[in-house]
């Protein structure tokens, strides 16, 4: 085993054996090099946080048909260094009545709440911080902290538009946690875990093939999720200012921004590991560890690229709107999607794999047009009863 | 004492002094956070426990559900969030034998059980915890109706919600 194909575990060995060289205890060596890793990944995640906010602002200015940042440095490389400069010497303020430690509390949360799910990201067949049985369900577990830090954010600034806008934001997370639940379950029916790498090795076939209406519902929870639009009523700056983090000033409000930023950049990778094959493209990711790394590092980065698309394409909705698109649309097709994958891989699982993967997609297109009916037929009623009859029924009369 | 059991007692005493917490906060909402801080607690023994499947479930439920609608609850119907008058009635002492006579039932009906002072077996490489408990779940032999009567009691406190929250035309 050499460093080119386990790096790892080969950094890893060397430095424990530097470590009891010196007279350190076995285990606590063993947790000290786990620490200093955990350390080096977080910091080069933070790295990458400050060039998204660079990609982010590029990308945000050539949708709306502007140059974007382009005076410090090459391309305008250096603005987000300069942003960071200037967040840190700004005035750190405190509003008055403020919960202290609350307030203080809830930007470290909303941070934390997005690196801890890079603890179960798989970035190459050998590179994964843990590789949890139940490595699914723990994205929403770190997603239930993120909403934690929302309403901790609002409630202990003591001001109405931080509440009102965490409310609505602990309202849209919740209640789209439950499609995106549904959603996970179908890589794991597909791939029979709920570990991420078993889902990735079971990928010879994407699951966007075999799934394309998960993939779909996957990607507009994970941007509810995320807060972004059209979902962004919590921060709906025409009407609550800023939302939640209203109140937040410096590097704390700093927090929040590069949070939902690397947020959308890892559930672009979330969007990659479970639908789009993760590291693997076309057996390269077994060449060298570094090619899985750059090949997932691109797939999330294009599933970013999606999500700015959208953010940036559409209109806000409203709350009421929203929620009955989640509760009276997107979960009962979510749970339908799982009841009917489910199904279909009982009675496919001995089948050839051409036969396996027309059976899904048919499934996947008939549950999409029969629920887009139903919406179509539910909808044209809704709107009978707001117009009144049809003007030509009237005319008869 | 080996540094399983030192962390194991660390988590432990944090468990129960953000349990104490809960009660005698003042603040509702900082009650409801300590809360918070104490389903964690019990979901780190169960990481311990080598049950990590159902470590993420409590994060997911207790924490991503049940206390986020306590704060909802607590913020939503109480105009001011501070508790007044005491914290404790006159019949906190009975409270506390109760709480220290359960204690040491449990550990006395525990003391009889076989298992109490075995140490745990080491758990092979390879073994699928939530594969055997969705056997356990699902199968006949196993727990299939004990949890599908749960499920319908879930249902059905599902759908009295609605009906109770229904707005009748």
Redesign the interface.
């Known amino acids: 085993m050499n460093f080119w194909n386990d790096p790892l575990k080969v950094a890893a060995d060397w430095l424990t054996g530097i470590f009891t060289s010196w007279g350190m205890n076995a285990?606590f060596a063993h947790v000290l090099v786990a620490f200093l890793g955990v350390l080096i990944l977080i910091t080069i995640l933070m790295v990458i946080d400050v060039f998204l906010v660079w990609i982010e602002r590029k990308v945000v200015a050539r949708f709306q048909d502007r140059l974007g940042p382009n005076r410090v440095g090459p391309f305008g490389l250096i603005q987000p260094f300069a942003d960071i400069i200037k967040l840190l010497i700004k005035e750190d303020t405190t509003p008055d009545g403020a919960?202290k430690v609350?307030y203080n509390i809830a930007p470290l949360l909303s941070m934390m709440s997005v690196l801890i799910l890079w603890a179960v990201v798989p970035l190459a067949p050998v590179m994964i911080g843990v590789d949890?049985?139940?490595g699914v369900?723990?994205i929403?577990?770190a997603?239930?902290?993120g909403?934690?830090s929302i309403?901790?954010a609002g409630?202990s600034s003591n001001n109405k538009f931080s509440?009102i806008g965490a409310?609505r934001q602990?309202a849209v997370m919740?209640s789209f946690?439950i499609p995106m639940l549904a959603m996970l379950l179908i890589p794991t029916i597909f791939s029979g875990s709920?570990g991420m790498n078993a889902i990735i090795q079971s990928q010879n076939i994407w699951f966007v093939f075999l799934s394309p209406l998960a993939a779909l519902i996957f990607l507009i929870a994970a941007i509810a999720e995320l807060g972004r639009a059209p979902f962004d009523l919590a921060e709906g700056e025409s009407e609550l200012v800023s939302g939640y983090n209203i109140e937040y000033s410096g590097m704390k409000f700093g927090m929040f921004y590069a949070g939902e930023l690397l947020h959308a950049f890892t559930y672009g990778g979330f969007w990659a590991i479970l639908f789009f094959g993760g590291y693997r493209f076309f057996g390269l990711e077994k060449v060298s560890p570094f090619l899985a790394i750059a090949i997932i590092v691109i797939k999330a980065l294009v599933g970013y690229w999606v999500i700015m698309w959208v953010k940036y394409t559409m209109m806000r909705i409203r709350i009421d709107q929203m929620l009955a698109f989640n509760w009276k649309f997107l979960t009962p097709v979510a749970f339908v999607l799982v009841m009917v994958t489910a199904l279909m891989n009982a009675l496919l699982s001995g089948a050839d794999s051409w036969l396996y993967v027309t059976g899904m997609i048919l499934s996947n297109v008939i549950v999409a047009w029969v629920s887009l009916e139903i919406v179509r037929s539910v909808s044209k009623k809704e709107r009978e009863k707001v117009e009144g009859l049809k003007p030509v029924v009237e005319a008869h009369h | 004492m080996t540094?399983e059991q030192i962390f194991f007692l660390l988590v432990g005493l944090v468990t129960l002094g953000a349990a104490l917490m809960v009660v005698t906060s003042r603040?509702l909402?900082?009650a409801a956070?300590w809360l918070?801080a104490t389903l964690f607690g019990v979901a780190v023994i169960y990481t311990l426990l080598n049950a990590?499947?159902i470590a993420?479930?409590q994060?997911?439920v207790y924490?991503?559900?049940i206390?986020?609608l306590f704060?909802?609850a607590v913020?939503l119907t109480r105009r001011t969030l501070r508790d007044t008058g005491a914290s404790v009635n006159k019949n906190w002492w009975a409270g506390a034998v109760v709480a220290v006579a359960t204690f040491a039932g449990l550990t006395f009906l525990l003391q009889s059980w076989s298992g109490f002072s075995k140490t745990a077996a080491v758990i092979p490489s390879g073994f699928?915890?939530?594969s055997q408990l969705g056997d356990a779940l699902t199968s006949p032999a196993g727990y299939v109706l004990p949890f599908e009567v749960a499920s319908v009691l879930l249902l059905a406190a599902l759908v009295g919600a609605v009906y109770l929250a229904f707005n009748k035309k």
């Open positions: 285990v919960d609350v949890l049985n139940a369900l723990f929403i577990a997603g239930a902290i909403t934690l309403i901790m409630w509440v409310f602990v919740v946690e709920m | 540094g603040d909402v900082h956070l918070v990590g499947f993420v479930v994060v997911v924490i991503g559900a206390a986020i704060i909802f913020m699928d915890a939530i």
